[in-house]
Nanobody, 126 residues
């Protein structure tokens, strides 16, 4: 069974930075699967944030986070990261890590296509 554990969330002032981590376990060949980050703000739907292809060579970003967020992965450590810079209060959300269920698939926006972590809360204050 695939397990994803996010860490790195917390309270930060606007303009600050955070690096979120997601450690994956329970599957072999971590580097065969795309990984994503989504977020969900209070009272809102889950939103796509970023995706990284299995090799790490290609990435995708949601329109609201481009240029401020960077997704990366370390396949040797079975870990994916999300570097968040210039944080804004509207970035306040629970951030979820997601692992594709199928190898070598271009990332989708369909929740059922992924295994999910429990999330880590990011709170941005003024």
């Amino acid at each position: 069974q695939v397990m994803l554990v996010e860490s790195g969330g917390g309270l930060v002032q606007a303009g600050g930075s955070l690096r979120l981590s997601c450690a994956a376990s329970g599957r072999t060949f971590f580097d065969n699967y795309a990984m994503c980050w989504f977020r969900q703000a209070p009272g809102q739907e889950r939103e796509f944030v970023a995706a990284i292809f299995w090799s790490g060579d290609n990435t995708l970003y949601g329109d609201t986070v481009k240029c401020r967020f960077t997704i990366s992965r370390d396949n040797a450590k079975n870990t994916v990261y999300l570097q968040i810079n210039s944080l804004k209060p509207e970035d306040t959300a629970v951030y979820y890590c997601a692992a594709d269920r199928i190898t070598f698939r271009i990332p989708t926006m369909t929740a059922a296509d992924y295994y999910w972590g429990k999330g880590t809360l990011v709170t941005v204050s003024l």
